[in-house]
């Protein structure tokens, strides 16, 4: 199995800080930038190897895998997405097909999260397809990314228009793909930007399920996280980053 981070997109909400760097190279923790937390959990849980996702400024990430690998003990490498500035991340990931076979623990790049989660996946393996983290604590409002499960814990829905009255959890970013999952799911990406270039790989997921595909929710518990889209998400990505 291999770690992967989804890094591909302009993180422009957050301004000037962004206008030349990807948003996972914010630094959060002294040095320690998103991608190192996303990076150091992955090493965390045993793993050797990860992918990053890259499109926006990817040189910038480029320069730095290097170091980045000495300082994880990681394999590291890119792939590349050629529509980033154009296409929504359903495409980021379905260029990234060729991993899914290894087995992938998949982490967005502006997710700031400690690695208890990745072991809350690792721990809910129940021989399903996919594996999605779920903040069951949080309260929901209309931006978050919902998620319905059956009775049997297995995704039903996933949006963030869902009614958050009846919804089972946020979706925080972080999905265990197992390796049998590789060729459905690849296919149900590929529809989904061929709909809609503009959908979400949430959305594709959505596609996998309907195509019969078996996603579980795993709980994180009540960990501290946060999702960087703006200035006071990142204040509170430094506070969370103290403590990963």
């Not at 978050?144 to 979706?171: R, W």
């Given at each position: 199995?291999?770690?992967?981070?989804?890094?591909?997109?302009?993180?422009?909400?957050?301004?000037s800080?962004?206008?030349?760097?990807?948003?996972?190279?914010?630094?959060?923790?002294?040095?320690?930038?998103?991608?190192?937390?996303?990076?150091?959990?992955f090493?965390?849980?045993?793993?050797?190897?990860?992918?990053?996702?890259?499109?926006?400024?990817?040189?910038?990430?480029d320069?730095?895998?290097?170091?980045?690998?000495?300082?994880?003990?990681?394999?590291?490498?890119?792939?590349?997405?050629?529509k980033?500035?154009?296409?929504?991340?359903?495409?980021s990931?379905w260029?990234?097909?060729g991993?899914?076979?290894?087995?992938?623990?998949?982490?967005?790049g502006d997710?700031?999260?400690?690695?208890s989660?990745?072991?809350?996946?690792?721990?809910?393996?129940?021989?399903?397809?996919?594996?999605?983290?779920?903040d069951?604590?949080?309260?929901?409002?209309e931006?978050?990314?919902?998620?319905?499960?059956?009775?049997?814990?297995?995704?039903?829905?996933?949006?963030?228009?869902?009614?958050p009255?009846?919804?089972?959890?946020?979706?925080?970013?972080?999905?265990?793909?197992?390796p049998?999952?590789?060729?459905?799911?690849?296919?149900?990406?590929?529809?989904?930007?061929?709909?809609?270039?503009?959908?979400?790989?949430e959305?594709?997921?959505?596609?996998?399920?309907?195509?019969?595909g078996?996603?579980?929710?795993?709980?994180?518990?009540e960990?501290?996280?946060?999702?960087?889209?703006?200035?006071?998400?990142?204040?509170?990505?430094?506070?969370?980053?103290?403590?990963?």
């Amino acid at each position: 199995m291999i770690g992967m981070v989804l890094a591909a997109g302009a993180g422009k909400r957050l301004g000037s800080l962004t206008e030349d760097l990807p948003k996972t190279l914010l630094e959060v923790d002294g040095g320690r930038t998103i991608l190192d937390v996303a990076l150091g959990n992955f090493a965390a849980v045993g793993l050797e190897e990860a992918v990053v996702v890259t499109g926006f400024a990817a040189e910038r990430i480029d320069e730095r895998l290097d170091a980045l690998s000495d300082r994880y003990g990681l394999t590291l490498r890119t792939v590349f997405n050629p529509k980033a500035l154009e296409w929504n991340n359903a495409y980021s990931l379905w260029c990234a097909r060729g991993e899914f076979a290894r087995g992938v623990l998949l982490a967005n790049g502006d997710t700031v999260h400690p690695s208890s989660v990745e072991e809350s996946l690792l721990a809910g393996r129940n021989g399903d397809d996919l594996v999605i983290a779920l903040d069951e604590a949080k309260t929901l409002g209309e931006e978050e990314m919902k998620v319905h499960l059956t009775d049997e814990g297995l995704l039903d829905a996933i949006n963030k228009s869902l009614d958050p009255a009846t919804a089972a959890g946020q979706y925080i970013g972080v999905t265990l793909i197992e390796p049998h999952s590789a060729g459905l799911l690849a296919e149900a990406l590929q529809a989904t930007f061929e709909r809609d270039p503009q959908l979400y790989y949430e959305d594709g997921f959505q596609e996998f399920a309907d195509r019969g595909g078996k996603v579980r929710g795993a709980a994180i518990g009540e960990v501290p996280w946060v999702e960087v889209d703006d200035d006071d998400d990142l204040a509170r990505a430094r506070e969370v980053a103290c403590h990963c």
